[in-house]
Structures are given as structure tokens and as C-alpha cells.
């Protein structure tokens, strides 16, 4: 069974490459100019670290429980793990000094949490600002027109740092449906990166998934986050 696994991951991976390379050129860019993250979410560190041996160099988990648990078995010699989730303030501390980029902020009282609880272990913590680009009620991130207020109050906070934008747009039936929020969201990346504002620069936008990655590079996107199309359908517990 783990061999079948295995065997599967590499098809994907290589597919996946493929793919992304094929859109970045598309986008007028090189592969090298995009971040395939994996969304780990439910996967065994056993079968994360097989993707990482195969040249995947950025993992994301959602749930902080999830990723504690996991934590001294992924090989972090050869990756970067990040968190990907909604983050509750009450849980910052517990990973904080555990990611190289926390990817869903969304308030002034989560950031500042991450500041606090990142001066207390002497570092900077590199974060992006979640955009609820569809303004759906069900989904966090705060809403594009509320964006630069956001980056206002938090510009100052010496212990972190903001490296960009996330999104989730609405589900889409159609690749034309979901361009257009993806183009709205690099249209907000290209806008604030261009305003040169102290302690925020716009290096990543993170945004496309398993069904829509392509799309999301073509729109711009830096950076996508792949989980069931490298890993296979979740199996939840």
C-alpha cells in the first residue's frame, strides 16, 4: 500500500512541476519564480517527508494541534513548514517559533499577538495578510476594502514582518470565474507593492489550490498550495 503511495506521489509531483513550469511561462515568468507549497492537512510526516526526498521544499499545515503532533517527525534540514490555517490568538505561542511564514493573518489583535509572543522568543515572524477576496461570510481574511487600514496599524509592529497577500476565492465553476478573483487580488499585490510601504513589502502572493493552481499563476500568483493533487483525496479522522 505505502509503495502504491509512493509511486503515486512521484507521478503527482512530477505532473504537478510540470504544470507549474508550463503556467509560469505562460505568466511571462520561470518556474523558479514560484513556490509549490504542500498542504499537508491530514497527511502522515512518513508520507510528507517522501514528497520532500523527491524535491519539495515547502510544507503547510492548517491546524495547530495537527502540526504539533507531527512536528519532530518532518524533516525540516530540507524544508520550510509554514501554517496555513485560521489562527486563533490563544494558539500563537504554541508555534510561533515552530514556521518560517504564518499565511493567514487577518486582524490587528492576531498580529499583534504574533509580535508579543515573537519579542518573547527574540525573533521576527514573516507574515501574509489573508484578503477574503470573495467577502464570503463563511471564510476569514479581512475584506479588500478594509486592506490598507489593516497594514496601517500593523506597519509598526517590531516583531513582525508582512511578506505579502493569501487568499481562497469563492469555489468557481469555471476557470473565467475564478481568473477574475485571482486577478483581483494581484491587481491589490501589484497596488500595495507599488505604495512602498515601511515594514511591508509584497514578495509573495499566495493563492490557488489543488483545483485552480494553474489558473492562480497565470493571474500572478508567487506562491500555491497543493494538497490533494500531490497527496490524493483527504482521508479525515
Do not use: W
Amino acid at each position: 500500500m505505502t509503495e502504491k503511495l509512493f509511486s503515486d506521489i512521484e507521478y503527482n509531483y512530477k505532473t504537478i512541476e510540470e504544470r507549474i513550469s508550463e503556467a509560469a511561462v505562460k505568466s511571462g515568468r520561470n518556474r523558479e519564480d514560484i513556490t509549490f507549497l504542500a498542504a499537508t492537512k491530514t497527511v502522515d510526516a512518513e508520507v510528507i517527508n517522501y514528497a520532500i526526498s523527491l524535491g519539495l521544499k515547502y510544507i503547510g499545515e492548517n491546524k495547530v494541534q495537527e502540526l504539533l503532533s507531527k512536528y519532530d517527525e518532518y524533516d525540516l534540514d530540507n524544508s520550510s513548514l509554514q501554517f496555513i490555517g485560521h489562527l486563533q490568538t490563544n494558539k500563537v505561542r504554541q508555534i510561533v517559533d515552530k514556521v518560517d511564514l504564518i499565511q493567514s493573518v487577518d486582524s490587528v489583535k492576531l498580529a499583534k499577538e504574533i509580535s508579543k509572543q515573537s519579542a518573547k522568543n527574540n525573533l521576527t515572524s514573516d507574515i501574509l495578510i489573508e484578503v477574503n477576496i470573495g467577502e464570503e461570510e463563511s471564510k476569514s481574511g479581512v475584506k479588500a476594502e478594509k486592506l490598507y487600514e489593516l497594514l496601517d496599524e500593523i506597519k509598526n509592529f517590531e516583531n513582525i514582518s508582512v511578506k505579502g497577500l493569501m487568499c481562497i476565492p469563492p469555489i468557481c465553476d469555471s476557470p473565467q470565474k475564478i481568473l477574475k478573483f485571482f486577478d483581483k487580488m494581484n491587481n491589490i499585490f501589484i497596488d500595495i507593492k507599488g505604495k512602498n510601504i515601511d515594514n511591508i513589502s509584497m514578495d509573495i502572493l499566495s493563492m490557488g489550490m489543488s483545483a485552480d493552481y494553474y489558473e492562480a499563476i497565470i493571474s500572478g500568483a508567487t506562491m500555491v498550495r497543493v494538497g490533494s493533487s500531490l497527496f490524493g483525496a483527504r482521508e479525515y479522522k
